[in-house]
């Protein structure tokens, strides 16, 4: 098996994050693609994060009428903080026998050096699916020359460049301006039904 590894804190979830991931399953031919919602992430502030039950809840919404893509909870099985690194150690436990790619913007793929033991993570992945993101500033050699075998494993998708981010999301619906587009239809029913994202300082974190 061929299992993407797709973790983010998805709040909420949007079409970049969905166009990553299909493309990422057809290009690099993965059998799934699991969605991995981080409760805490170590490097972000943790201000006004949406409770992590109601991103599950978002990110089901958004994945539910793709067959090749599935939710898993490990990190909300295990208390914080959750580093990527400990979530592959347990992939690569559960699944000694397939090949694991995780994929990750660019913006990721640039930051990654500050990353809790990066090498470690590295190491762990067999590929790492790549989409690039507007005005990231992605240095392959100089990455590969901070974590040796990084360059090899990286595998670019070929698709246009995605201007949507959560934060510009949370912002239009605090500020009442469309968004809806940028979500699949179940995640702005539920940003709705919810009454996510509408006070003032949801957009200023
Ligand atoms: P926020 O705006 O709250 O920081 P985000 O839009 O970056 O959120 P995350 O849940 O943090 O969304 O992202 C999960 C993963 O998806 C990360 O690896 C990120 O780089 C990637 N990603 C998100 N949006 C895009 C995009 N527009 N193009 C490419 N990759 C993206």
């Given amino acids: ?13 949007h079409i970049a994050h969905l166009i990553l991931a299909e493309e990422a399953r057809v290009q690099l031919q993965l059998d799934v693609v699991l969605w ?3 409760p805490y992430p170590p490097h972000k502030p943790h201000g006004h994060l949406t409770e992590w039950p ?14 090749g893509f599935e939710l898993s909870l490990l990190e909300g099985e295990r208390p914080g903080p959750h580093y990527a690194v400990d979530t592959m150690r347990i992939l690569r436990s559960r699944h000694p026998d397939d090949t694991l790619v995780f994929l990750m913007g660019g913006d990721s ?5 500050a990353w809790h033991r990066p090498q470690a993570f590295v190491d762990l992945c067999d590929e790492i699916g790549v989409l690039r993101r507007p005005f990231d500033q992605v240095d392959l050699p100089g990455l590969e020359a901070q974590l040796p075998g990084l360059q090899a494993r990286v595998r670019f998708l070929r ?3 995605l201007d949507v981010s959560s ?22 029913h539920l940003i709705e039904a919810l009454g996510l994202y509408r006070g003032p300082q949801t957009a200023d974190r």
């Fill in 109 to 113: 793929l640039a930051g990654l050096p």
């Fill in 36 to 38: 991995i919602v981080t």
């Fill in 159 to 161: 698709t246009p460049l």
């Fill in 54 to 67: 109601l991103r599950v809840r978002m990110v089901q919404a958004a994945i539910a009428d793709n067959p």
């Fill in 167 to 188: 934060t510009d999301i949370r912002e239009r619906v605090a500020r009442g301006l469309p968004y809806r587009y940028f979500v699949h239809p179940g995640v702005a």
């Fill in 1 to 13: 098996m061929r299992l993407g590894i797709f973790g983010g804190t998805f709040d909420p979830p």
